[in-house]
């Protein structure tokens, strides 16, 4: 029998058509064998469609910013937070996906330069430029099927923002399914429940500060250590003052930070199980 060399080609070629055309969803079964991931940015589209219709209808929109944090603190600082503490609400959800973190947001006057615009490195946006990013992206998530819009903001200057952009979103999504809510809790665990765990533990005002002390950088510590250069704390408080902080970090460790990890995460997952019941 004379052998056909184009034999193997030609069954090889069938059965590539027989593994192709045997489902009927290849997308979905190619979005099955990923890796999960609660990231958007870490899917693909159809791995993004197969996580709706398997019920991850809500995404969290985490907001960070870019500023400075004294000569201690990486200026990504929040969006590396934002970041890491969105993905672990996620997680504890379980029916959620987080978006991109916003890293440009509003920090003051451009110029003349006030607040934190006056130390190189720091990015300010106008409030309308970032409520108009806001509501586009949470617009985006409308179309295509999410249910929950969650917005939550790791910095203190733009909490009025989001909870302007999450009412006006509510207000044209009435009658939909769709709804906007923004969490207060978030940033509410951060300012107000860390600083009472940490005066608890005998931590002064001063030393935990308003903006890169010890409550702020130890945050840092759990979540984004490479973020903090432990051999450039300011000496003293009038030493940090003048490098654009405001406390004392000296006192800063992973330790004292989870504390504040632990507190937001619980009372945002808290927060948005009871928006989503209302």
């Known amino acids: 029998?004379?052998?056909?060399?184009?034999?193997?080609?030609?069954?090889?070629?069938?059965?590539?058509?027989a593994l192709l055309f045997a489902s009927p969803a290849p997308f979905a079964a190619a979005a099955a064998a990923r890796p999960d991931s609660v990231y958007l940015e870490d899917l693909s589209w159809p791995e993004v469609g197969a996580a709706l219709r398997a019920g991850k209808t809500t995404i969290i929109i985490p907001v960070g910013g870019t500023e400075q944090s004294g000569p201690h603190?990486?200026?990504?600082?929040?969006?590396?937070?934002?970041t890491a503490l969105a993905g672990?609400?996620?997680?504890?959800?379980?029916?959620?996906?987080?978006?991109?973190?916003?890293?440009?947001?509003?920090?003051?006057?451009?110029?003349?330069?006030?607040?934190?615009m006056r130390y190189t490195g720091t990015i300010s946006i106008p409030d309308e430029a970032f409520k108009g990013l806001l509501d586009g992206a949470a617009r985006s998530f409308k179309q295509h099927g999410f249910v929950d819009v969650v917005l939550i903001g790791d910095h203190g200057g733009y909490q009025a923002q989001l909870k302007a952009v999450a009412a006006r979103l509510n207000h044209d999504w009435a009658g939909t399914p769709a709804r906007a809510?923004?969490?207060?809790?978030?940033?509410?665990?951060?300012?107000?429940?860390?600083?009472?765990?940490?005066?608890?533990?005998?931590?002064?005002?001063?030393q935990i500060g308003l903006?890169?002390?010890?409550?702020?950088?130890?945050?840092?510590?759990?979540?984004?250590?490479?973020?903090?250069?432990?051999?450039q704390l300011?000496?003293?408080?009038?030493?940090?003052?003048?490098?654009?902080?405001?406390?004392?970090?000296?006192?800063?460790?992973?330790?004292?930070?989870?504390?504040?990890?632990?507190?937001?995460?619980?009372?945002?997952?808290a927060a948005i199980r009871a928006a989503q019941q209302r």
């Open 88 to 116: 672990k609400i996620a997680a504890m959800l379980g029916n959620a996906l987080v978006a991109p973190t916003l890293a440009y947001v509003p920090e003051g006057s451009v110029t003349p330069p006030a607040g934190h």
């Open 234 to 269: 300011p000496a003293d408080a009038r030493q940090g003052r003048a490098a654009g902080v405001n406390g004392d970090p000296r006192a800063a460790s992973a330790a004292l930070g989870q504390l504040g990890v632990d507190l937001m995460v619980n009372k945002t997952v």
């Open 181 to 206: 809510h923004f969490i207060a809790e978030y940033y509410q665990a951060a300012d107000v429940d860390f600083v009472r765990a940490l005066r608890a533990r005998g931590l002064t005002a001063e």
């Open 1 to 17: 029998m004379t052998f056909d060399p184009t034999f193997r080609l030609r069954l090889f070629s069938l059965v590539v058509a």
């Open 211 to 231: 903006h890169a002390g010890t409550a702020d950088t130890s945050l840092t510590l759990a979540l984004a250590p490479a973020l903090v250069r432990m051999d």
């Open 73 to 82: 603190m990486a200026l990504g600082k929040h969006n590396a937070r934002a």
